[in-house]
């Protein structure tokens, strides 16, 4: 009843540099305290994508990696702050331990990958796209976007070939 519209696109990216380039420009759309949720399997350019928000937001791409021991890592930029999750060796209980609740309601761009294991978790509906409220201008400053959520699905094609579809609720 309340879920709001939703937009979607659509990107066939045939190299890793192009979709580091979408992540950059998405970016540009989002709020500073946006949630980004990235979904997709093993190396199908989550990461990528990630490291082109960072850019934009004028963290050196070098310091983005898929985060291995630390689950969780934050940068800040010249543009603003980001914070990278990797949920993917988690399960449910161990993703509620990691207090995510709060690094989401903090500061910066959150970007989360395997965002798709946040359904098991007891407060997922707070991030479920269809209670996001559409339109929410973020705190950000004036050069920034006004998109709270989006979520992104990543898929492999074939080599270089990486399907991205990007959902963003339509105010
Ligand atoms: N069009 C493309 N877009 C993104 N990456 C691509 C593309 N074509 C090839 N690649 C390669 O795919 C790999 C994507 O790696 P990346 O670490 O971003 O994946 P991931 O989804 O984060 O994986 P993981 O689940 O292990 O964290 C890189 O080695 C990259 O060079
Ligand atoms: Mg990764």
Same mark, same amino acid.
């Given at each position: ?28 759309? @989002?709020?500073?305290?946006? @949630?980004? /949720?990235v979904?997709?399997? /093993?190396?199908? %350019?989550?990461?990528v +994508? ?6 934009a937001?004028?963290? $050196?791409p070098?310091?983005?990696?898929? !985060?291995? #021991?630390n ?15 990797? @949920? #993917?060796? /988690? ?6 331990? /990691?207090?995510?609740?709060?690094? +989401?309601d %903090?500061? %910066?761009?959150?970007a989360?990958?395997w ?10 509906s707070?991030? $479920?796209?269809?209670t996001?409220d ?19 699905? @990543?898929?492999?094609?074939? !080599?270089d ?11």
């Open positions: 009843m309340n879920r709001p519209e939703f937009s979607s696109r659509r990107i066939v990216s045939t190299s890793e540099g192009e979709t580091e380039r979408l992540g950059a420009e998405l970016a540009a759309t @989002l709020s500073r305290d946006a @949630l980004v /949720l979904e997709g399997n /093993l190396g199908t %350019g989550k990461t +994508l990630v490291r082109g928000i960072g850019r937001l004028g963290i $050196d070098r310091e983005i990696q898929s !985060p291995t #021991y689950l969780i890592h934050e940068h800040e930029g010249e543009h603003g702050r980001l914070v990278h999750v990797d @949920l #993917y060796r /988690l399960e449910g209980d161990e993703i509620a331990a /990691l207090g995510l609740e709060e690094i +989401l %903090g500061e %910066g761009i959150k989360v990958e965002a798709e294991r946040l359904h098991d978790w007891p407060v997922g707070a991030v $479920d796209m269809g996001v559409a339109g929410t201008v973020g705190t950000g400053t004036v050069d920034t976007g006004t998109v709270n959520t989006v979520r992104i699905r @990543l898929q492999r094609l074939a !080599p070939e990486h399907e991205i579809v990007i959902e963003t609720p339509s105010a």
